[in-house]
């Protein structure tokens, strides 16, 4: 068990490096469809990979946020989105979900930190599960509004985000609160989340419109 | 007078949550608008009604903010939202000066609470009017710019906003400074912001622009 | 040397003022292209002024921002956005050079202000500069995403800005960090940011867009 613990904290410590340069991946992607040049492309990717840490810790009050004295998180959004100055992944399927599936490690593994941060900062579970979600989707969302777009958590027939990473975060504060809390908990919690967004993907789960949505006009998707 | 204060605080503490509830429903509707699934409805609607509360626990400092430490308000937020998930208000004439009589409660009871709350973190004068302008328009900010689209309260042509706002807060500011400070005074500035408001949408009050846009373009409204 | 120190903090100080209120005139001039209202004139020109400064205070933890408790900022930003409320510079190349090699001074002020202020909170070198960085464009982002456009420093095309920040931010964090800081060395380093900004304008500069870019479809400015 102790084993189990020690490989967890390790695989988490690395995991979240990797969740960060998944992030900053995808500001960079998403700047090079924008057409935007060197220093717009890696500004965009730490802006992305970090900005959900910052909001995290300005919520919880740890002034300076992590990103800002513990330069290994800037140095990986740095890194990854410097690979996307000098190569352009192929768009090919192999590469698609190569893409998805270190984004939705990202996802997981930030939904568990988020939310065992807030915890021990002494917030009560809705309060650190809530957070949780937030440090998830924030670097998205401000990868969207900084390149003119609507987020993509919030456009119709986007296929689940918000979802696993509530679903993990939420697990995650009920554990802490009346468990002995294990780091492979966070673990099989950030895989559940990790499941619900792979296969979210792969059938194409998306969230309901209201009914009554039918009866207005088309929906523009 | 004991008993005037006594439910001045009660209608205060209620009316705060109406004005969550009231900003909920702006956001709910504004997804509904862009076609957006559940999903994004109660994001938005979340995002809404506890942006300009977080937004001034953030600037005193009041960390975490009160938005993930009360689950009240996220309750509200969550319940206003739900409602516009399953029922989509009719648009006829009572219904819109249903919202925007909520919305204005809203307005004027955040102007007033952000205004007190600054003072009681000691903020001067000046500073706690900004932040009580600023915890009123913030959450309408954040959901215009989650949306899409420029913040109501920059775009030209619409009725008065931040000017109920930082009327009440200013004069809330000048009471807390210069008179013992009673609940009802609050709730009496909250009582004109509502009236700008209010007064601002029945006769289409709106900001001047500046005199030689004329001789510019004809603005697009 | 005292004198000259002396003489570099004055400057300083000034410059600070001017830079915001340079800060504040690009908020206020792009309301007015955005047919905004004297309202939203106001609000915008006090936005891009202040922005800057308080997520750098909020990220360092001196809450409330100093926008909040030293008014002289917001009033130096309520007067420049009055000015252009009953008065609008003529489109001429004076006026355009006025008001770019005003934004270059407050560009560079910002970078070396925010770093030394990030140093004396104890923050390590690197990531003083990235929040001396952050201060200088923060303004300008806020501008541009309350304006419904993708922010300026991001978009491909323009000349540059992020990197003189970032260059002045990173000389004063190592100056900080290996010298004896004195008031004149901050200075020079605001001129080489002006100096590299100018140069920009003056010669055109800007980041490369990635190689593989050139085959892919032409990009749209």
């Known amino acids: 068990m102790a084993d189990l613990n020690e490989t967890a904290s390790t695989l988490h410590q690395y995991g979240e490096l990797v969740g960060v340069a998944a992030f900053a991946l995808s500001g960079a992607l998403t700047a ?4 935007m040049d060197i220093v717009g492309i890696l500004l965009l990717a730490v802006a992305t990979a970090l900005g959900g840490g910052i909001i995290r810790d ?8 992590n990103a800002f004295t513990d330069m290994s998180y800037a140095v990986a959004a740095l890194l990854a989105g410097g690979v996307i100055c000098v190569w352009h992944p192929p768009s090919n399927v192999m590469t698609k979900w190569s893409l998805e599936v270190t984004d939705a490690i ?3 593994l930030f939904a568990v930190t988020g939310t065992v941060i807030a915890h021990e900062w002494g917030m009560s579970a809705p309060g650190a599960a809530l957070l949780g ?8 969302v401000i990868r969207d509004v900084l390149s003119g777009q609507i987020p993509t958590v919030l456009r119709p027939g986007q296929n689940l985000y918000a979802i696993p990473a509530l679903t993990a975060a939420a697990v995650v504060a009920v554990l802490l609160r009346y468990t002995e809390y294990q780091p492979w908990m966070g673990l099989a919690c950030a895989a559940l989340a990790i499941a619900i967004r792979i296969g979210s ?6 969230g309901p ?13």
């Open 133 to 140: 979600m937030t440090t998830c989707i924030g670097g998205g």
């Open 106 to 108: 990202g996802l997981g």
């Open 32 to 35: 090079v469809r924008r057409n």
């Open 58 to 65: 300005l919520i919880i009050g740890n002034t300076p946020p």
């Open 201 to 206: 993907l792969v059938f194409g789960w998306h």
């Open 209 to 221: 419109q209201p009914w009554y949505m039918r009866t207005l006009d088309a929906p523009e998707r």
